[in-house]
């Protein structure tokens, strides 16, 4: 697709284009600076919040020259969305990216908290993906020591239903990152 043609796309179709990129794990820095750098140049950005967390993910593993700004405008538009409207799997999105929001220092703490409440608040919608993402998304961010208890403590049913439908290598790191926190997960036999 052309730079220009890519320009002229809407907000959400920009999205679309740099999410399938990401599922198919085509992996171009160029197109998703180009992309970033579209979405910026519009005057309205409006997107509903599956739009926003696949916006996210396309951030989350790649820094281009565009993504510290990409990354503040999730964030705001984030902390300034209805809670209602956002589902688990856009609050498991933007958590994988938050790692790296953290990085390009535009995640707050008030930020990093929020994702982490509204992942334990919405944890009766976790499917296999959401927990992986939630708990491998927010390990090692600046988050309290009691918050980031409460979401292993929240999610360790989920993790123990969904265990077996994770890969080996993610479920490996979960059971590390509970046996580091000191929270038993011996139901796995870890």
């Excluded at 794990?25 to 997107?47: F, H, M, S, V, W």
């Excluded at 989350?60 to 565009?66: D, K, N, P, Y």
């Amino acid at each position: 697709m052309h730079r220009m043609t890519i320009s002229k796309l809407s907000p959400r179709m920009l999205v679309e284009v740099g999410y399938a990129c990401l599922k198919v794990d085509y992996n171009d820095q160029n197109l998703l600076n180009t992309i970033g750098n579209a979405i910026l140049c519009k005057d309205e950005i409006d997107l509903n919040s599956q739009e926003l967390g696949n916006l996210a993910a396309c951030f989350s593993r790649t820094e281009v020259t565009s993504s510290e700004m990409v990354l503040r405008i999730v964030c705001d538009k984030v902390q300034s969305m209805d809670r209602d409207s956002l589902c688990l799997q856009s609050v498991a999105d933007v958590a994988g990216a938050m790692s790296m929001a953290q990085h390009l220092k535009v995640a707050s703490p008030t930020m990093l908290s929020l994702v982490a409440k509204l992942a334990i608040s919405k944890i009766n919608e976790a499917r296999p993906e959401d927990v992986k993402d939630i708990l491998l998304g927010l390990d090692h961010l600046d988050l309290s020591d009691n918050l980031w208890n409460e979401l292993l403590i929240a999610y360790k049913p989920f993790f123990f239903q969904h265990s077996q439908d994770l890969r080996e290598v993610n479920r490996t790191k979960i059971c590390k990152i509970y046996e580091q926190s000191g929270i038993a997960i011996e139901q796995l036999g870890y």
